[in-house]
């Protein structure tokens, strides 16, 4: 296997970041808003279109694999003493196939869901993406490469969940570690404290096979307890890890999942002393546990510990009437559950369910554009130099961004001013209605929809003269 170097001074030059940066970091500290810009008196940001962010992510799943029936006999040498892993793996199928990656992709491209799908790039060491997968012909990996490409990578954010998700791989030869142990899996890696740049540098080489896939990632997946023992230097590997390999200019990772009555909302992870897009990685978790098949595929799903039928009960309920992220999590092997495809069928019964009661209210998007949204509402300075005229610096562009204005006169005449363009917002009868670049009254507010663009921006909100 080749090796994939990491580019330490690329990354820097990227970040923008000194060599000092891990010892400023401070996770779960990053979100506070006390030094962030402060919204002018009658001017609000809201969700995207007024609506609640849904999204699914799916661990475990890459192409063609079964990662359950390969996984257990690797988890069970390492973790003998585990009942978990004495399953009958043998009696599993080697391969979920395509035709349910077509069926369940198309399923969710017609529904408008959006999400996170993994590719593992070695999947438990059968085979690489970018070259051979023993087992399948290489036009059945290309195949299947091209299928995630076209079908998947429109509406879900690719991530490799590390090289393997079983074996640690020595980067230096591309062979797994000698022996397996729960030193050597990647669900446990690393079990001793390692710099950034090593931790970098394993993400950089999943990275760039997915890469080499025609692939693109704006983010990382953590295999099990991954980086745990670094878990204050893992948003700054993950940050040049991937603006290293794929240039993107504003990574992010999936690690955490929030329970009870923990925020989901994505946070910000700065990895320098400087709260700048330039420094900034975004840390987007999930707030369900797995209810469908499980990471195995075998066990009976839950549906309605997301949403039941009626849509009024149910974890997704819980934080759709919170009005914070929805992001259901669930393992690939568990939507195909061994060929039987009972979790799936439980998704569709949980999607359509949300659908019946909280189309209006709720908008599904991807974990990338999730993270964009929210760096956007905290980073960009809003300004209302008059009652008529709002301002906005935004470090980035941020579509469908939403803001609800106090209403201060009776008819209210939109447009966007962008250097010398004058933009007319379109007016749609109710907040159900908002489109991009549109507005609609309710309760006295209007709220606005618009392509946010970077730099500086202006809106003009009821002035017939189009003076301020």
């Given at each position: 296997?080749?090796?994939?170097?990491?580019?330490?001074?690329?990354?820097?030059?990227?970040?923008?970041?000194?060599?000092?940066?891990?010892?400023?970091?401070?996770?779960?500290?990053?979100?506070?808003?006390?030094?962030?810009?402060?919204?002018?008196?009658?001017?609000?940001?809201?969700?995207?279109?007024?609506?609640?962010?849904?999204?699914?992510?799916i661990?475990?799943?890459?192409?063609?694999?079964?990662?359950?029936?390969?996984?257990?006999?690797?988890?069970?040498?390492?973790?003998?003493?585990?009942?978990?892993?004495?399953?009958?793996?043998?009696d599993?199928?080697?391969?979920?196939?395509?035709?349910?990656?077509?069926?369940?992709?198309?399923?969710?491209?017609?529904?408008?869901?959006?999400?996170?799908?993994?590719i593992?790039?070695?999947?438990?060491?059968?085979?690489?993406?970018?070259?051979q997968?023993?087992?399948?012909?290489?036009?059945?990996?290309?195949?299947?490469?091209?299928?995630?490409?076209?079908?998947?990578?429109?509406?879900?954010?690719?991530?490799?969940?590390?090289?393997?998700?079983?074996?640690?791989?020595?980067?230096?030869?591309?062979?797994?570690?000698?022996?397996?142990?729960?030193?050597?899996?990647?669900?446990?890696?690393?079990?001793?404290?390692?710099?950034?740049?090593?931790?970098?540098?394993?993400?950089?080489?999943?990275?760039?096979?997915?890469?080499?896939?025609?692939?693109?990632?704006?983010?990382?997946?953590?295999?099990?307890?991954?980086?745990?023992a670094?878990?204050?230097?893992?948003?700054?590997?993950?940050?040049?890890?991937?603006?290293?390999?794929?240039?993107?200019?504003?990574?992010?990772?999936?690690?955490?999942?929030?329970?009870?009555?923990?925020?989901?909302?994505?946070?910000?992870?700065?990895?320098?002393?400087?709260k700048?897009?330039?420094?900034?990685?975004?840390?987007?978790?999930?707030?369900?546990?797995?209810?469908?098949?499980?990471w195995?595929?075998?066990?009976?799903?839950e549906?309605?510990?997301?949403?039941?039928?009626?849509?009024?009960?149910?974890?997704?309920?819980?934080?759709?009437?919170?009005?914070?992220?929805?992001?259901?999590?669930?393992?690939?092997?568990?939507?195909?559950?061994?060929?039987?495809?009972?979790?799936?069928?439980?998704?569709?019964?949980?999607?359509?369910?949300?659908?019946?009661?909280?189309?209006?209210?709720?908008?599904?998007?991807?974990?990338?554009?999730?993270?964009?949204?929210?760096?956007a509402?905290?980073?960009?300075?809003?300004?209302?130099?008059?009652?008529?005229?709002?301002?906005?610096?935004?470090?980035?562009?941020?579509?469908?961004?939403?803001?609800?204005?106090?209403?201060?006169?009776?008819?209210?005449?939109?447009?966007?001013?962008?250097?010398?363009?004058?933009?007319?917002?379109?007016?749609?009868?109710?907040?159900?209605?908002?489109?991009?670049?549109?507005?609609?009254l309710?309760?006295?507010?209007?709220?606005?929809?618009?392509?946010?663009?970077?730099?500086?921006?202006?809106?003009?909100?009821?002035?017939?003269?189009?003076?301020?």
């Open positions: 296997m080749l090796e994939f170097p990491f580019n330490r001074r690329r990354a820097l030059q990227l970040t923008a970041a000194a060599i000092t940066a891990p010892v400023m970091l401070q996770p779960h500290q990053l979100d506070a808003e006390d030094d962030l810009p402060q919204l002018p008196r009658g001017v609000r940001i809201m969700h995207p279109r007024g609506r609640v962010p849904l999204s699914f992510i661990d475990d799943s890459t192409c063609l694999v079964n990662m359950g029936h390969f996984c257990m006999p690797q988890f069970a040498q390492a973790w003998p003493k585990r009942e978990i892993y004495q399953q009958p793996w043998q599993w199928p080697r391969e979920i196939p395509d035709s349910f990656v077509r069926e369940f992709g198309t399923w969710c491209a017609q529904q408008g869901v959006k999400g996170k799908y993994s593992v790039p070695y999947p438990a060491c059968v085979g690489w993406m970018d070259r997968l023993p087992g399948w012909s290489k036009q059945d990996l290309d195949n299947s490469l091209a299928l995630v490409r076209d079908l998947m990578m429109p509406n879900w954010d690719i991530h490799p969940e590390m090289i393997t998700h079983t074996r640690v791989i020595d980067l230096k030869t591309g062979r797994p570690m000698e022996t397996a142990t729960a030193a050597t899996m990647e669900n446990s890696y690393p079990q001793t404290d390692i710099s950034v740049d090593q931790l970098a540098e394993y993400l950089a080489y999943a990275l760039r096979i997915l890469k080499n896939c025609g692939l693109q990632c704006e983010g990382i997946t953590t295999p099990g307890g991954f980086g745990n670094v878990k204050d230097k893992l948003p700054l590997a993950v940050h040049q890890a991937v603006r290293d390999v794929f240039a993107s200019e504003l990574p992010h990772y999936f690690k955490y999942v929030k329970t009870g009555s923990e925020s989901t909302d994505p946070k910000l992870e700065f990895i320098g002393g400087e700048t897009i330039s420094n900034l990685t975004m840390n987007v978790p999930a707030g369900t546990g797995d209810w469908f098949g499980s195995e595929g075998v066990r009976e799903s549906p309605d510990r997301y949403c039941n039928q009626d849509a009024t009960s149910g974890r997704m309920v819980e934080l759709i009437e919170r009005d914070q992220p929805a992001i259901m999590l669930c393992h690939w092997p568990g939507m195909y559950c061994n060929g039987n495809k009972s979790g799936f069928e439980a998704f569709k019964q949980v999607v359509l369910a949300i659908q019946s009661r909280f189309a209006d209210r709720t908008r599904w998007m991807k974990l990338s554009e999730i993270g964009r949204y929210w760096a509402r905290k980073l960009t300075t809003i300004q209302r130099p008059t009652p008529h005229t709002i301002q906005f610096d935004a470090p980035l562009a941020c579509p469908d961004f939403t803001v609800a204005i106090d209403q201060p006169t009776a008819s209210a005449p939109l447009r966007l001013e962008i250097g010398n363009d004058r933009l007319p917002l379109q007016s749609v009868q109710s907040k159900a209605s908002l489109t991009t670049n549109s507005f609609a309710a309760d006295d507010k209007i709220l606005v929809s618009f392509n946010l663009p970077q730099g500086i921006s202006r809106m003009v909100v009821g002035t017939d003269s189009g003076k301020d």
